[in-house]
């Protein structure tokens, strides 16, 4: 079983020019698999794009895995279009596999 565990904390830099934690963190877990992703340093001015790459090979979905993998996306897609930046974020999904 695996545990996911996740925290941010306003950097030195931040602190200095008075900005707060632009960090971000999602992830799904079940008992065979974690998905997770992070951006670290997202500021609100910028145009950020994610590209997430989820593994389609048959060894995901032989291990029970596949309905996690989509779950994670899906989750990553999700904690993005909450968030305040959603206006500024570009999202590429390109499989591994195929």
Not at 32 to 58: F, I, K, Q, R
Request: with cysteine; hydrophobic share 45%.
């Amino acid at each position: 079983m695996f545990t996911a565990t996740g925290g941010s904390v306003v950097g030195r830099h931040h602190r200095r020019a008075g900005r707060g934690s632009q960090d971000a963190y999602a992830w799904t877990r079940t008992d065979h698999a974690v998905v997770a992703a992070v951006c670290d340093d997202v500021a609100a001015s910028e145009v950020v794009l994610v590209t997430m790459m989820p593994d389609d090979s048959g060894s995901i979905a032989a291990a029970g895995n596949a309905r996690a993998v989509r779950d994670g996306h899906n989750l990553v897609l999700d904690a993005l279009a909450a968030s305040k930046q959603a206006g500024e974020i570009f999202v590429h999904t390109r499989y591994l596999n195929g």
